[in-house]
């Protein structure tokens, strides 16, 4: 599940920061694309009950995530 992606390392950081806060573990995925570098906040995997109970707190904090199948599943 990506929650956020940014250009900037620390803004990156701060969401990573804040989910931790909530109790929701992530990590931060650098990519290069296009020339442009993001730096992606990502959580998970996660089983059905999981995914349920963090995209419900994610909401209740205002945040909006990309659900993403894992590769090769």
């Known amino acids: 599940m990506q929650v956020g992606s940014y250009t900037s390392a620390a803004q990156a ?3 990573r920061e804040r989910l ?3 109790g929701i573990g992530a990590r931060i995925e650098r990519v290069t694309e296009h020339g442009m570098t993001l730096n992606r906040v990502q959580v998970g995997p996660v089983d059905a009950t999981g995914l349920r109970w963090i995209r ?3 909401a209740t ?3 909006h995530p ?3 199948p894992i ?3």
């Open 13 to 15: 950081q701060r969401l």
């Open 20 to 22: 931790a806060r909530m």
């Open 56 to 58: 419900r707190e994610l």
């Open 61 to 63: 904090a205002g945040i």
């Open 66 to 68: 990309l659900v993403m």
């Open 71 to 73: 590769r090769g599943k």
